[in-house]
């Protein structure tokens, strides 16, 4: 079972920048893809972007340019650079690995971020 601990939300004023981390145990983040996911008041959970095995990422087109996912094998440790913030980017932000193709498995406990205007 891989288990995973956020860390790094908080208020950042517009334009902004924060960096989230997610914390795995229970298993490499360099073996499957990762994702950051977000949900914000009354909106379905979205996908903000992933990090495949390969380190390949991908992003939502709302954040493309902006955020940026990294990783850091060492410390099995995936990070999500959040640039340029918008209030529109508030919301609550998890991890989540996909161990095998298909629904990502396990997900992190959240970490809430707000954007003052």
């Known amino acids: 079972q891989v288990q995973l601990v956020e860390s790094g939300g908080g208020l950042v004023q517009a334009g902004g920048s924060l960096r989230l981390s997610c914390t795995a145990s229970?298993?490499?983040?360099?073996?499957?893809?990762m994702g950051w996911f977000r949900q914000a008041p009354g909106k379905e959970r979205e996908l903000v972007g992933r990090?495949?095995?390969?380190?390949?990422?991908d992003y939502a087109d709302s954040v493309k340019g902006r955020f940026t996912i990294s990783r850091d094998t060492a410390k099995n440790t995936v990070y999500l650079q959040m640039n340029s913030r918008k209030p529109e980017d508030t919301a609550v932000y998890y991890c989540?690995?996909?161990?095998?193709?298909?629904?990502?498995?396990?997900w992190g406990q959240g970490t809430q971020v707000n954007v003052s205007s």
């Open positions: 229970g298993g490499r983040i360099s073996s499957y893809t």
């Open positions: 989540a690995v996909r161990l095998m193709p298909g629904a990502y498995t396990y």
């Open positions: 990090i495949r095995s390969s380190g390949i990422t």
